[in-house]
């Protein structure tokens, strides 16, 4: 079946500028995650939705980010103002929440260049 | 918090032969699971295999491997046979228990299959 997908591949923008990031998880999957990968930092979780419980946004490193999911489906993630050390690639992934540990499953990612 | 560390930051092996990537993680929890992802160039993040830590066996598959020592915090994989296609980032993870929470990844190995 589809795995997860995400828009655009690839973005550049001029610092400042607003960006969205979408992602659409795998079809039943309830559990959706963003993830940051940077060469600096590695990979960093910045948000988690469950069903319909709050999300987890522990992992967002400032309120220039935030991020929605209409539906219990699709997910977009927006960062306002963007500034240079936004530039990275954003992973999504989701998962089934029927047991514990339930393995999660990547898209391809969107590398942003902030200029 | 936990802390996944791949003291190995690149790594490379001839084709045919076995390799192993370390992986070491802390953590003052029982029961959590343990994961080794793959990201060849595309970025696409891939599964290549897990291990629950209350199960003493160590997972294989296929040609994947791992070595689980839960008293050393320790999760190596080990690739044997190993393929040109296994060219890649290869990143371990850690998931707390209970529940499907985000990922913990460590810093990543780069391994280069030589032909």
Known sequence: ?115 | AQTVTQSQPEMSVQEAETVTLSCTYDTSENNYYLFWYKQPPSRQMILVIRQEAYKQQNATENRFSVNFQKAAKSFSLKISDSQLGDTAMYFCAFMKHPGNTPLVFGKGTRLSVIA
């Open chain 1, 1 to 115: 079946g589809a795995g997860v997908s995400q828009s655009p591949s690839n973005k550049v923008t001029e610092k400042g500028k607003d960006v969205e990031l979408r992602c659409d998880p795998i079809s039943g999957h309830t559990a959706l995650y963003w993830y940051r990968q940077s060469l600096g930092q590695g990979l960093e979780f910045l948000i988690y939705f469950q069903g319909n419980s709050a999300p987890d946004k522990s992992g967002l490193p400032s309120d220039r980010f935030s991020a929605e999911r209409t539906g219990g489906s699709v997910s977009t993630l927006t960062i306002q103002r963007t500034q240079q050390e936004d530039s990275a690639v954003y992973l999504c992934a989701s998962s089934l929440y029927i047991r514990e540990g339930e393995t999660q499953y990547f898209g391809p990612g969107t590398r942003l260049l902030v200029l």
